[in-house]
Each structure stands twice: as C-alpha cells, then as structure tokens.
T-cell receptor, first 111, second 115 residues
Framework: SQTIHQWPATLVQPVGSPLSLECTVE??????LYWYRQAAGRGLQLLFY??????ISSEVPQNLSASRPQDRQFILSSKKLLLSDSGFYLC??????????FGQGTRLTVV | AQKVTQAQTEISVVEKEDVTLDCVYE???????LFWYKQPPSGELVFLIR??????QNEISGRYSWNFQKSTSSFNFTITASQVVDSAVYFC????????????FGKGNQVVVIP
C-alpha cells in the first residue's frame, strides 16, 4: 500500500534561517505531488505542485521554492525565512484524477 | 481558472442539530472532480468523498450526505444529528481533469458542535 512521510512534525526556526522540509511517498510511481500551507485559522493554500521529476508549478510568488529531485521525493525550501512563513505545511500525493492523500504535516514557527 | 468558495467561515451548532456546509465552484472544464475533506483538531486531512462532474447523484454515508447541483455549481455537505466528534474544519476542493492535476481547496468551514 502507499504511504506518505513528511518530516519534521514541528519546527521552530529563527527569522533569516534556511528551511528544508522533505516529503516522500512509498508504494507508487510517478505520483502528482503537492505542497500546501495553512496559516493559523485560515484555509489551505496551494504552494507548489509537481507532475514529474524536475517539473514544478508555482502558485504564489513568495519566499519559498520546491524541488523534486527523485520521483517520490518533494522538497520545500527557503533560503531565508520570514515571520510570515509560519504555518502548517502539508504535503500530499495524488494518483491521476482521484483524491489526494496527505502527510501528517509540519508545524513551522518562525521566531 | 478553477476556484472554490466556502462562504461560511465558522458555524456553531448544538449537538443533534443538522448542519449544511455550502461549496460553490468555478471551472471552465466540462470534466472535473469535487472533494470534501475533514480536518480534526489534530491537523491531518481525512478524505470524505469524491464526485466527478458526470455523476450528479446525491450520496448518503451514515450521517453525512452530499448534494451536487451542476446547474448552480454547488456541492453542499450536510451532517445530520451532529455530534461533538464532528467538530472540525471541512474543506471542499476541485480538480479539473485537463488542469494538469492542480487541486484547489476552499477556505474551509470551521464547525463547532456544542454539547
């Protein structure tokens, strides 16, 4: 069966520090992968999605970037975190035209 | 471009009351998929239902029911006889079949069930 791993679960980082969140999927190949952010008390904002290795679609211009170095690996990065980057980050994978399956999320606090 | 609107931000109901969550979507595609997810306080997203644009049958699953109306571009969700465990944020989402698999969510409805 397919599983999705996302880590770490919580993270506290100072302003200006770099960020790397990793998401990996097991048990499937060529999944569609997504990064979402949920600010406190708000909805799910789509940040990036990827339909294949090296193919990244960016939704909102911001301080973040994403990469897909391997088929089942999706990385969210920042060179210098801002206070506004705080939030709950969710990775998801999705077979073609079906529901998405989400990781457990990373709660990021930038201080 | 696809868009999902969930107008009600927070809804409070007394236990055993029914609650209906509205979802209105916009798409230029004729083939698309609609979803509802539940996010309990623990934060994980739990899939509830998927509906494709060619299937307008309403669906009932236990205390949950969904009403899909293409004519009004709505996919509403009703919880019957609400329970405290139903307290969560509920998200509606849309994916266009030809939209490169972009999956967009509404802002969510925070449901608070008061015992």
């Amino acid at each position: 069966s397919q599983t999705i791993h996302q880590w770490p679960a919580t993270l506290v980082q100072p302003v200006g520090s770099p960020l790397s969140l990793e998401c990996t999927v097991e048990g499937t190949s060529n999944p569609n992968l997504y990064w979402y952010r949920q600010a406190a008390g708000r909805g799910l904002q789509l940040l990036f999605y990827s339909v294949g290795i090296g193919q990244i679609s960016s939704e909102v211009p911001q301080n973040l970037s994403a990469s897909r170095p391997q088929d089942r690996q999706f990385i969210l990065s920042s060179k210098k975190l801002l206070l506004s980057d705080s939030g709950f980050y969710l990775c998801a994978w999705r077979p073609e035209n079906t529901e998405a399956f989400f990781g457990q999320g990373t709660r990021l606090t930038v201080v | 471009a696809q868009k999902v609107t969930q107008a009600q931000t927070e809804i409070s109901v007394v236990e055993k009351e029914d609650v209906t969550l509205d979802c209105v979507y916009e798409t230029r595609d004729t083939t698309y998929y609609l979803f509802w997810y539940k996010q309990p306080p623990s934060g994980e997203l739990v899939f509830l239902i998927r509906r494709n644009s060619f299937d307008e049958q309403n669906e009932i699953s236990g205390r949950y029911s969904w009403n899909f109306q293409k004519s009004t571009s709505s996919f509403n969700f009703t919880i019957t006889a609400s329970q405290v465990v139903d307290s969560a944020v509920y998200f509606c989402a849309l994916s266009e079949a030809m939209g490169n698999n972009r999956l967009a969510f509404g802002k969510g409805n925070q449901v608070v069930v008061i015992p």
